[in-house]
C-alpha cells in the first residue's frame, strides 16, 4: 500500500484532531465528521471496541506517516522491550529521523520532513541519510548539509520552530542533538496507545 496522499482534512476530522497541524478547514468543520451522513448512517450506532481500538492505531499510524507493516514491525519491537509497550511504541515513533527533522523545524510537518530526508537534505552524524524511518540513539546530531541550509523552505520552517526537551538545538550551526528518546508525559501527541496495545493483543 502506498503512503497516503489524499485530503488531509477528511482524515483529520474522521479522528475529530488536527493530526496534521494547522488547518483552518478542519478547524471551521471539526464537529462535523467526513461524509454526508457522519461516520454512522444508523442514529444512534454505537462504535464497537474493536472499532475504537482500530480507530487509535489508525490515527497514530497517520499522525506519523507510517505504513501499517512498519507500525506492526515496531509494535513487535516494543511488546519485546522491557519498557511499557505502548510507551514505547510512541518513543520509537519519536525516535525516526523524519520525526526528529520535523521535531527540529527544519519542515513544517512530517511529510515535509519525509521529503527532506528522502531528498538528501539531512545528515546524520556529518553523514547523508535518506532513510525517513531511520532509527535515531541518544547523542545522535541531526543537521542540514552545507549545499540544503539555504532553502528558502528550511529557513522559513526554523523561522517558527518549537523546542522540545528531549532535543538540544544549535541556533549557530543549524544542527539538533537527540538527548534521549522522551517519556510518554513529554509526547504532545494525543494518542491513547492503551487501546494500541489492546488492539495488537486480541
Partial sequence: MARYIGPKTKIARKFGAAI??????????????????????RRGAKRSEYATQLAEKQKAKYTYGILERQFSNMFKRAHSSLGVTGEVLLQLCESRLDNVVYRLGFAKTRAAARQLVSHRH??????????????????????????????????????????????????????GTFVNA?????????IKEQLIVELYSK
Fill in 20 to 41: 496534521y497541524g494547522d488547518d483552518k478547514n478542519f478547524e471551521r468543520r471539526k464537529n462535523q465528521p467526513p461524509g454526508q451522513h457522519g461516520p454512522n448512517k
Fill in 182 to 190: 522522551p517519556e510518554r508525559i513529554q509526547i504532545p501527541e494525543d
Fill in 122 to 175: 539531512i545528515s546524520v552524524n556529518g553523514e547523508i541519510v535518506n532513510i525517513p524511518s531511520y532509527n535515531l540513539k541518544p547523542g545522535d546530531k541531526v543537521g542540514v548539509r552545507a549545499k540544503s541550509k539555504s532553502l528558502s523552505v528550511i529557513e522559513d520552517a526554523l523561522s517558527s520552530r518549537s523546542d522540545y526537551e528531549w532535543l538540544q538545538f544549535n541556533d549557530e550551526t543549524k544542527e
